[in-house]
């Protein structure tokens, strides 16, 4: 194994640091972390559980959410106040959720003072209920999707996507998460809030008042914060009271890549990945996880025991700090839990068939694909509806990572090595190192439409503002050649 596909297999699979592989990331005015220690944490408080929204279908058998975007005020910070945006409230969301099968139709009511739009991250839908720059939601204005849910169990999440604003709506505190259900009973952790816990992990800076600090698009990656928020709260503690818990981790920030392990580096089981379930438990003491993947994860406790999840430094700018998340206390009595399964699911790699389309992406810089900048009003990639296909994204600088909306893909691996194993379940958000290229199988959805676009992205907000995305449309198998590439009537993002 040669240096560069060592470091690549570390860096993936979280067994060492990615240093070596980010040289010049701290390159760009304002693009460093503040190394300087956090400040000294206070007493802990109770982990805010986001609220939960999950109707009763109506008479028409659809399950009917609202959602209204709002500009409040949060003390995020003990005894400051800080402006803030969030969905039924001043920060973040409720949390929604639907079982595979299930009608659901979302009305999204915007109060704002300017546009936005509300992403359905990790859902198959639909393009024209993706909720990406092309639906965009005006101030005073409304959106209301609907679809049916045709996916298995995951936690998926949603948050806004307009073109050009996206880190600083997601920095503000526009984002919750969307559970999905099916019919398969896992045996695992399932009472929200009590063994089965949303962790959201955002990382903030604040001026000396408690406002945020920062600018989202300065320098190479924008905001890299020295707090950390859970759930929007600081220095956050749960209560134990079970023998083990579910965590379902949101890697929420714009930018940071955290690297998760505990204090005592106990070791825990990694049960999901973005897109759902793994076949089988697998086992480790450090997971990391870049902007919008998710993990779900099982943890034993102790009776009694006092323990912080934290996240590790790297020696890189993305995952700078030593940093505390979260302390769980476990009660001197916890309730029994089920043993942890054998089996999970049903989970099977993507089977590629022979001579199956590849697929090119090079990222330069932070502001374009294979040399091209975003433009709403430009198609890049056609694909027939329920393709199979293997995508390459090689990324010749600095760390990014790379988000594909409707479609799920498994990862492959990354420079001819194979993925670590907590790593290979369904996915749809990647970490690609610098200098190294990630090898995707993809499977796309069977629902066409070939005037709306999905996109594929950096999931870095800074990058994905500056135009490190494209679009690709799906389209009935044989009529590829016969799409127009430019979008008719489309008011083109050009950067």
């Not at 979260?326 to 399964?341: D, E, K």
Request: include cysteine; charged fraction near 20%.
């Amino acid at each position: 194994m040669n240096r560069r596909a060592f470091l690549t297999l570390t860096a993936l699979s979280g067994l060492a640091g990615t240093a070596g592989l980010l040289s010049g990331c701290g390159s760009g005015a304002g693009s460093g972390p503040d190394r300087r220690p956090a400040p000294p944490l206070g007493p802990s408080v109770p982990l805010r559980i986001p609220p939960l929204l999950h109707p009763e279908p109506d008479a028409d058998g659809v399950r009917r959410y609202e959602l209204t975007m709002l500009a409040g005020r949060s003390e995020l910070l003990p005894g400051k106040p800080t402006d803030t945006w969030g969905f039924n409230g001043p920060f973040l969301g409720p949390t929604l959720r639907a079982s595979r099968g299930d009608r659901v139709a979302v009305t999204v009511r915007n109060t704002l003072p300017e546009a936005s739009t509300v992403h359905w991250h990790g859902m198959r839908l639909p393009a024209a209920m993706d909720g990406g720059p092309h639906q965009p939601i005006a101030p005073g204005g409304a959106w209301s999707p609907a679809w049916t849910v045709d996916q298995p169990a995951a936690t998926t999440w949603y948050h806004p996507h307009p073109h050009g604003a996206t880190a600083r709506h997601v920095y503000r505190g526009l984002a919750g998460l969307f559970l999905l259900d099916d019919d398969h009973d896992a045996g695992l952790p399932a009472a929200y809030g009590v063994d089965d816990v949303p962790l959201i992990l955002q990382d903030k800076k604040f001026t000396a008042d408690g406002a945020l600090d920062g600018d989202p698009l300065k320098g190479t990656f924008g905001i890299l914060g020295d707090h950390v928020l859970v759930n929007g709260t600081h220095n956050p503690r749960f209560d134990v009271g079970t023998e083990r818990v579910r965590l379902r981790v949101l890697n929420g920030s714009n930018a940071r890549l955290y690297r998760l392990a505990f204090a005592d580096r106990r070791r825990f089981h990694v049960v999901g990945t973005d897109g759902g379930l793994l076949a089988a438990p697998v086992e480790t003491d450090l997971l990391p996880l870049s902007p919008g993947e998710r993990a779900e994860v099982v943890v034993a406790f102790a009776p009694g025991e006092d323990v912080l999840l934290r996240t590790l430094d790297d020696g890189t700018d993305l995952a700078a700090g030593d940093l505390d998340l979260i302390r769980f206390v476990a009660t001197a009595r916890p309730a029994p839990s089920p043993a942890l399964p054998a089996v999970l699911s049903a989970f099977t790699p993507i089977a590629v068939p022979a001579g199956a389309k590849v697929r090119r992406f090079t990222l330069n810089g932070h502001d374009a694909i294979n040399g091209e900048p975003m433009d709403l009003s430009r198609i890049d990639e056609v694909v027939p509806a329920g393709a199979v296909e293997i995508w390459e994204v090689r990324n010749n600088v600095y760390s990014h990572n790379f988000h594909l909306h409707e479609a799920g893909f498994q990862l492959l691996g990354a420079d001819g090595r194979p993925a670590p194993g907590y790593a290979g379940g369904p996915k749809d958000t990647v970490f690609v190192p610098g200098r190294s290229t990630v090898r995707l199988a993809v499977r796309f959805g069977t629902t066409t439409d070939p005037t709306t676009p999905y996109m594929y992205h950096c999931h870095i907000l800074r990058h994905e503002d500056s135009g490190m995305m494209g679009q690709f449309v799906l389209v009935e198998p044989g009529t590829e050649d016969t799409v127009p590439r430019t979008l008719p009537g489309t008011a083109g993002h050009r950067h």
